[in-house]
């Protein structure tokens, strides 16, 4: 929480800046309104919080309680300190915002907690507006809007930076959760309600699910294994919702080198064949 605080006001708002995110919303409310964004973030924290307990209930609710009521309050301690780390230099302010504030914001992924911000949204609008789109999918486009808008409210080269920036920070991301693997990790899972896991994968993750049939060294006990092929971040979103579900379950998640087929992302197995 630190990390992502320090990056947010000391490199990111000094060099006029934005992100993806709530924290992207929050500095354009800034501009647009004068009111300061470290109160307008707490505020948004707040609702998100709020509605996250009316629309999918206490114990989702609860993995944001700390990241909606805690970081705020840093952020607002932080912006009081005025410490500017980089300062007149917006690509290195980019590079080095998308690094640390990856850094912060994998710890708290790594520890299982939500960041309570664009993730949350993208739950409650899938589970109650667009069951239909993916939640990775329903990130994407939230990102997309924010950095798109901020090219209106600033200009194009900003716009831009936020790309840079958001791009770096995703990469930090998944180094901080599974080191520096492959965009790609298989996840398997052992549990006893396969059947509600195996429907959020492929209904809500919108990823493809193989099952096996496997036997228990210590209890001789003939079980299923779930194995699916996602990226890191679509992990994190399976092992959350499988912490809710079942919180005995087993889960192995394997980075892989490697994924030809069908599927989104995935190269094709058929290659081209090269002109001479």
Not at 30 to 41: E, H, R, V
Not at 57 to 79: C, D, M, N, Q, V
Not at 124 to 148: E, G, K, M
């Amino acid at each position: 929480m630190y990390l992502l605080a320090f990056a947010i006001t000391s490199i990111l708002k000094p060099n006029g800046l934005v992100s993806g995110g709530v924290t992207g919303i929050s500095i354009m409310l800034d501009k647009l309104t004068g009111i300061k964004y470290t109160y307008i973030y707490y505020t948004i924290s707040i609702l998100i919080f709020i509605s996250a307990w009316l629309t999918l209930g206490r114990r989702e609710a609860k993995k944001i309680l700390l990241l909606s009521i805690i970081f705020p309050l840093i952020l607002i301690l932080f912006e009081t300190l005025d410490v500017s780390f980089i300062r007149n230099d917006t690509m290195l302010a980019s590079v080095y915002f998308g690094i640390i504030g990856g850094i912060g914001c994998g710890l708290v992924l790594k520890r299982g907690f939500s960041t309570g911000g664009t993730d949350t949204v993208a739950k409650i609008f899938h589970y109650r507006i667009a069951p239909f789109i993916s939640i990775s999918q329903i990130l994407l486009c939230i990102d997309v809007f924010i950095i798109l808008a901020s090219a209106f409210i600033y200009d194009e080269n900003i716009a831009l930076y936020a790309v840079l920036a958001q791009i770096v920070m995703m990469k930090s991301i998944d180094v901080v959760l599974f080191d520096f693997g492959s965009k790609y990790v298989k996840i398997e899972v052992i549990s006893d309600k396969n059947n509600e896991i195996a429907d959020y994968i492929m209904n809500n993750i919108r990823r493809g699910i193989s099952t096996y049939e496997i036997k228990g060294g210590y209890t001789n006990l003939t079980r299923e294994k779930l194995v699916s092929v996602c990226s890191p971040r679509e992990s994190m979103l399976i092992k959350r919702f499988i912490s809710v579900t079942d919180s005995d379950a087993f889960v192995n998640v394997l980075p892989v080198m490697g994924v030809w087929g069908n599927g989104i992302g995935f190269e094709s197995v058929i290659e081209e064949a090269i002109d001479k």
